[in-house]
C-alpha cells in the first residue's frame, strides 16, 4: 500500500477554496487516488476518486499530475458545514480491498 | 439514495459480556465490511466479507471477533467477550462488485461502550 501524507489541520473562511494536497510518492501503477470525508460521529463518506489529471465532480475536483506522486483536493466556496476530516487513500480498485485510513486533515471553516 | 443502517445507534455492555452489532448493506451490493474507530483514532478495519465467507480480517479482528449473514440482508459483528479496549465506533459498509469505483459507503455506526 502507498503510504500517504497530508497537512494535519488547515483552517479557512466560508466562500474561499481550499485545496487539500496529499504526496504518495510510492503509488502503485494499478492504485487510484480516492478522497472520503468524515464528520464527527458519522462514517466516512466517499467524495471523489481519480487516476490521472483531473477529475470533477458537484463536490470537489481532484488534481493529479503527470508523475501521480501528489494530488490535491480542491472544494469550492467552502461551507461551515464541510468542517471535517478528510482523507486520502491510494489504493487498488478490486472490489472487496479494505479501506487503509490514515490520520486525515482536520478542515475547519470558520465564517 | 440508498444506505447503509446500522442498529444499534449506542449499545453499552460489560466487560466480558457478548454483543451483536447489526448493519443492513445497499441491497445490490455484494461486499461487506466493518470497521471501528477509536475515539480521536483512525479508522481501522476489522473484516471484509463476500459470498459468504470472510475474505480479509486484520489482526484486530481476533477469535473474539465474528460476522455473519443470516438472512441475505443484515450482516452482523459478534464480539463474544467484550473488553474496555473495545470500546469504539464500529462502522459497517458495503460496495458493489469490482469493476465499479473504489467507493465503500458507511453506515452511520454503533457507539459501543464497554463499562
Known amino acids: 500500500l502507498a503510504k500517504t501524507t497530508q497537512p494535519i489541520s488547515m483552517d479557512s473562511y466560508e466562500g474561499q477554496e481550499v485545496n487539500i494536497t496529499c504526496s504518495h510518492n510510492?503509488?502503485?501503477?494499478?492504485?487510484?487516488i480516492t478522497w472520503y470525508q468524515q464528520f464527527p460521529s458519522q462514517g466516512p463518506r466517499f467524495i471523489i476518486q481519480g487516476y490521472k489529471t483531473k477529475v470533477t465532480n458537484e463536490v470537489a475536483s481532484l488534481f493529479i499530475p503527470a508523475d501521480r506522486k501528489s494530488s490535491t483536493l480542491s472544494l469550492p466556496r467552502v461551507s461551515l458545514s464541510d468542517t471535517a476530516v478528510y482523507y486520502c487513500l491510494v489504493g487498488d480498485t478490486g472490489g472487496g480491498n479494505k479501506l487503509t485510513f490514515g490520520t486525515g486533515t482536520q478542515l475547519k471553516v470558520e465564517l | 439514495e440508498p444506505e447503509v443502517t446500522q442498529t444499534p445507534s449506542h449499545q453499552v455492555t460489560q466487560m466480558g459480556q457478548e454483543v451483536i452489532l447489526r448493519c443492513v448493506p445497499i441491497?445490490?451490493?455484494?461486499?461487506f465490511y466493518w470497521y471501528r474507530q477509536i475515539l480521536g483514532q483512525k479508522v481501522e478495519f476489522l473484516v471484509s466479507?463476500?459470498?459468504?465467507?470472510?475474505?480479509?480480517k486484520s489482526e484486530i479482528f481476533d477469535d473474539q471477533f465474528s460476522v455473519e449473514r443470516p438472512d441475505g440482508s443484515n450482516f452482523t459483528l459478534k464480539i463474544r467477550s467484550t473488553k474496555l479496549e473495545d470500546s469504539a465506533m464500529y462502522f459497517c459498509?458495503?460496495?458493489?462488485?469490482?469493476?465499479?469505483?473504489?467507493?465503500?459507503?458507511f453506515g452511520p455506526g454503533t457507539r459501543l461502550t464497554v463499562t
Open positions: 466479507f463476500y459470498n459468504n465467507e470472510i475474505s480479509e
Open positions: 510510492n503509488i502503485a501503477t494499478n492504485d487510484y
Open positions: 441491497s445490490n451490493h455484494l461486499y
Open positions: 459498509a458495503s460496495s458493489e462488485v469490482a469493476g465499479g469505483p473504489y467507493e465503500q459507503y
